[in-house]
């Protein structure tokens, strides 16, 4: 089983999505959850199937290099083999990320690389598109840039509010975090030295 440390600042939904494919058989074993924040509700659900939830809280550091430094110590005490970010809100830097190259995950909330950074559902109807959905990607320094593994695509509705149009994309994360996930644990997929995902052992087409 692949050891996995998950990293979450929120809800923890797709937290959950990984815990239950884990109790389904996915080739897995979240050995801990980290957040940077103490009120994460995703904490309790890590609590209430006995992985263990720590709290770093980013506000206990002067900056980012820092907290990095000691983020990359909590998890390496872990050993994992593949490090989630799920609802992880923070910037990393650059050390941190190529520390993980190859070994670390994003869920983005967009059809990448239309937008980067937040508040991705308002852009999407602001920019009148009739398709949205989410990414997952191999992290890289550049901020929701990497390496995109899988995207599941929703219609933009005309009655659509950036709400109802989160919980259509959110519902699709629910499916391929854990699909990627199960690639990766079963030995399935890569990052290649060229940078690009390979699975079953050929290059991913660019989606
Ligand atoms: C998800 O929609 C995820 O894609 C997004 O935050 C939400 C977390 O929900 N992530 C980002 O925006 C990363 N920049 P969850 O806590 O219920 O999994």
Redesign the pocket.
């Known amino acids: 089983r692949l050891s996995v440390v998950a990293l ?1 600042s ?6 959950q999505a990984l815990i239950d494919a884990q109790a389904a058989g996915l080739p897995i074993r979240i050995v801990a959850v980290i957040s940077n924040r103490a009120d994460a509700p ?1 904490l309790d659900r890590a609590r209430h199937h006995g992985i263990p939830a720590e709290i770093l809280s980013h506000r206990d550091y002067p900056d980012r290099e820092t907290y990095d430094a000691d983020l990359q110590r909590l998890i390496d005490r872990h050993d994992p083999g593949l490090v989630v970010l ?2 992880f ?1 923070r910037i990393l830097t650059p050390e941190f990320v190529n520390h993980y190259r190859g070994r670390m995950f ?4 967009s059809l990448l690389p239309k937008f980067r950074g937040l508040h991705t559902h308002q852009r999407a109807l602001d920019a009148d598109e009739t398709e949205h959905g ?1 990414s997952v990607h191999f992290v890289t320094a550049e901020l ?1 840039g990497g390496p995109i593994i899988l995207q599941a695509r929703v219609p933009v509705l005309p009655e659509d509010d950036a709400a109802t149009l989160a919980a259509r ?2 519902e699709q ?1 629910h499916r391929i975090y854990p699909a990627a996930v199960g690639w990766f644990a079963e030995g399935r997929l890569k990052l290649g030295e060229d940078g690009r995902p390979w699975l079953d052992g050929e290059p991913m087409p660019e989606p």
Request: aromatic letters at 0%.
């Open positions: 979450i929120g809800g923890g939904s797709n937290l995703g799920a609802g809100m994003n869920i983005h909330p989410a929701d994309v959110l994360e």
